[in-house]
């Protein structure tokens, strides 16, 4: 029930928040039709006469990733490999961003167009609406601000991890942001977001941070995120989702006057609570849970304007059930062939898995290093290389995964 309270009290605020009553005049006739001539109205509205500034903008992305990926000594993608996947990736990818702010009110579209390259292996149809929200100002104070939003985006747009949060949020956020001038910034981001309407199941999400801590540069932040649901039945969707997951992130950024360059040093440790003692197929309990992660990186550089460079270099640490299957966002071990840690696939579906085939996007330890260079001010080369093996190996296939990704990026 408080899942519902949370959808409901989101919709209840936003609205709240734009100054105009946009059925203003309309509360007579309050039908369908009187609905759907007001939205054809608003069509006719131009910007200028709306108000507001409306921005478009986009990139264009041509990347290479190549990979070297063993499972149990056998190589998993190529020629004569374990499975279909090439070892040499081409892709070609458009994003374009539409962007509405007025005073008090924003929305922003993000769509993005993600295909293989090739005439064989290419395709044409990978489109994908990234994002789609809207939101408004309801506080505007000096120190303090209260905005809620409501639509989709990436989790990892507004919560901040190396090895979580790549889900879909499709649900409300309310952001709370409260200015101390010897004390730091502090913020509260606090969202509920639908995992499957089928199973009317619904998350909760929130992260809270000191910025800038008494003007040094250091921050702290703190987030957990719930993916649990008391399901009457259906055991493999219950562990699917038996995650919730608190991180503790502790980092410094700013300028170091050794290097004179923007540099930001970061630690964090996850833990996920909701763990149990883990089991597979017909195998016996493991009598302990794999159920902890953390990582450690620094970041040098700003992507500015031509010729700046940017490099991040990270340690990941991940045991197989901190992170779930579906929102795991760090390094991994390549999994060309998509098995999950309880089913033999990661979608959930398929068989359970045995103590011998699991594998899962987690029960992982690696090194990732980026290099960004700005060639122009407009284009942009990343090159990326991850590297990594099992976390344990007390169930699972012997896993080891390389990967290297060039990748040019114009932006306008």
Known sequence: MKRYIYILSAIFFLQAAFAQDP??????????DALRKWVREKRMISI????????????????????????????????????INPNNAFDVEVNIILDYHSD????????EFDND??????????????????????????????????????????????????????????????????????????????????????????????LNIANTGFFVKYSFINWKKFFDSNGDRKRRFNFGNSQFLLGYQGIM????????IY??????????????????????????????????GRIMQARDWAIDVNFQYVMPQAVSDFDASGISTGNA????????????????TTRANAVGEANYKGFSFDFLYAITNNLTLLQSFEISNNQTRSFGPAMSFKKYEMEFIYAF
């Open 23 to 32: 059925f203003e005049g309309k509360h007579e006739d309050p039908d369908m």
């Open 48 to 83: 200028k006469e709306l108000g507001g500034d409306l921005s478009l903008s986009g990139e264009v992305r041509i990347e290479y990733q190549g990979f070297n990926e063993k499972k149990n000594g056998i190589k998993q993608r190529g020629v004569s490999s374990g499975t």
């Open 104 to 111: 008090r009110t924003w929305g922003v579209i993000k769509l």
């Open 117 to 210: 390259m090739g005439i064989d292996s290419g395709t044409t149809n990978k489109i994908a609406l990234e994002k789609a929200y809207f939101g408004g100002r309801m506080i505007d104070g000096e120190t303090f601000n209260f905005d809620g939003e409501l639509g989709r985006r990436n989790l990892s747009d507004v919560f901040d991890s190396k090895i979580e949060f790549s889900s879909i949020f499709d649900g409300g956020l309310f952001r709370f942001n409260k200015a101390f001038e010897s004390i730091g910034s502090f913020y509260v981001n606090l969202g509920a977001f639908l995992i499957s309407d089928f199973y009317k199941h619904f998350g909760e999400v929130t992260e809270m941070g000191l």
């Open 257 to 264: 006057a050794k290097w004179d360059k923007y540099t930001k």
């Open 267 to 300: 630690l964090a440790g996850l833990m996920n609570h909701f763990a149990k003692d883990l089991t597979f197929a017909n195998e016996v309990n493991l009598h302990k849970k794999y159920n902890l992660a953390w990582y450690v990186g620094i970041s040098v």
């Open 337 to 352: 062939e998509n098995v999950g840690l309880y089913t033999t696939s990661v979608t959930g579906s398929g068989d359970p």
